[in-house]
């Protein structure tokens, strides 16, 4: 599970709004400066989504997961998925 999914989807809600205004500068063609700052600002909301999603994932899922798995192939999924999380 995803722990408090609630405050996960409100997190991605907040990064939906950032990301419709962002479309809404482009449209109105703002200063790409300030555009950016936008995007860099949604880019960190998104981050720590991620990141909050992650931990519950290292601390909880992967705990469902061990069990019938052996522990090789358990931190072989870990690493895979923090690879792909961090590109």
Not at 36 to 42: D, E, F, H, M, T
Not at 58 to 72: A, F, I, R, S, T
Request: aromatic share 4%.
């Amino acid at each position: 599970m995803l722990g408090d999914k609630d405050a996960v989807i409100k997190r991605l809600r907040r990064v939906e709004g950032q990301i419709k205004g962002i479309q809404k500068m482009v449209n109105e063609e703002k200063f790409c400066g300030d555009i950016l700052i936008q995007i860099a600002a949604a880019r960190a909301a998104l981050n720590s989504v991620g990141g909050l999603i992650l931990e519950n994932y290292m601390k909880d899922c992967l705990k469902g997961y061990l069990q019938g798995v052996n522990e090789e192939e358990a931190l072989d999924k870990l690493v895979d998925i923090m690879v792909k999380y961090s590109k």
